[in-house]
Antibody, heavy 118, light 110 residues
Framework: EVQLVESGGGLVKPGGSLRLSCAAS????????MNWVRQAPGKGLEWVSY????????YYVDSVKGRFTISRDNAKDSLYLQVNSLRAEDTAVYYC???????????WGKGTTVTVSS | QSALTQPASVSGSPGQSITISCTGP?????????VSWYQQHPGKAPKLMIY???NRPSGVSNRFSGSKSGNTASLTISGLQAEDEADYYC??????????FGTGTKVTVL
């Protein structure tokens, strides 16, 4: 079964850091680009970051540039998002999603929750 | 990276058809060549419903269809069913190599 499972979320104080992980199974992870997408409580979806299959291309939404770092370990079938200098507005459910073909996201994890509060 | 504009809510009776629009700020229509649509039930992860404007993944009902005209994409749900009640989001991969999501539409089945 094709599956993505996120972990690493939690409660953190403003200015703090977390490392989010996404474990892939059931497909050849190294062949796919990946996205992180987040959803603040009661709000819509927001794309956060993209990484190509071999990490050659990496992109971020402007609001997280310089604070978040996306990476992957194809040997471990894992995707990561290092989130630093966290702000209250980063509070959200963070989803990882597989990118296929014409840049669409066909497989999603169930998400991990990040709460930034003092 | 302005969000794509969707109506906040759309409703319809069972069996009816509804259409959700998704309009972008850019006059460059190539920015919307890679439009996809996602369904999200409360507390659940999004689910891909339409990709590349008008293609359905396997397993998605043929009651769902997509189209595009200029800088506006549309999702049509025909034969509306109770299980279609959910939030729907469009998204597009843009020429600046980023993604932009729509503002989201809550579909209510009356």
């Amino acid at each position: 079964e094709v599956q993505l499972v996120e972990s690493g979320g939690g409660l953190v104080k403003p200015g703090g850091s977390l490392r989010l992980s996404c474990a892939a199974s059931g497909f050849t992870f190294s062949s796919y680009s990946m996205n992180w997408v987040r959803q603040a409580p009661g709000k819509g979806l927001e794309w956060v970051s993209y990484i190509s299959s071999s990490s050659t291309y990496i992109y971020y939404v402007d609001s997280v540039k310089g604070r978040f770092t996306i990476s992957r370990d194809n040997a471990k079938d894992s995707l990561y998002l290092q989130v630093n200098s966290l702000r209250a507005e980063d509070t959200a459910v963070y989803y990882c999603a597989r990118v296929t073909g014409a840049y669409y996201m066909d497989v999603w994890g169930k998400g991990t929750t990040v709460t930034v509060s003092s | 990276q302005s969000a794509l504009t969707q109506p906040a809510s759309v409703s319809g009776s069972p069996g009816q058809s509804i259409t959700i629009s998704c309009t972008g700020p850019s006059s460059d229509t190539s920015d919307y060549a890679y439009v996809s649509w996602y369904q999200q039930h409360p507390g659940k992860a999004p689910k891909l419903m339409i990709y590349a404007v008008n293609n359905r993944p396997s397993g998605v009902s043929n009651r769902f269809s997509g189209s595009k005209s200029g800088n506006t994409a549309s999702l049509t749900i025909s034969g509306l069913q109770a299980e279609d009640e959910a939030d729907y989001y469009c998204t597009s991969y843009t020429s600046s190599r980023t993604y932009v999501f729509g503002t989201g539409t809550k579909v209510t089945v009356l």
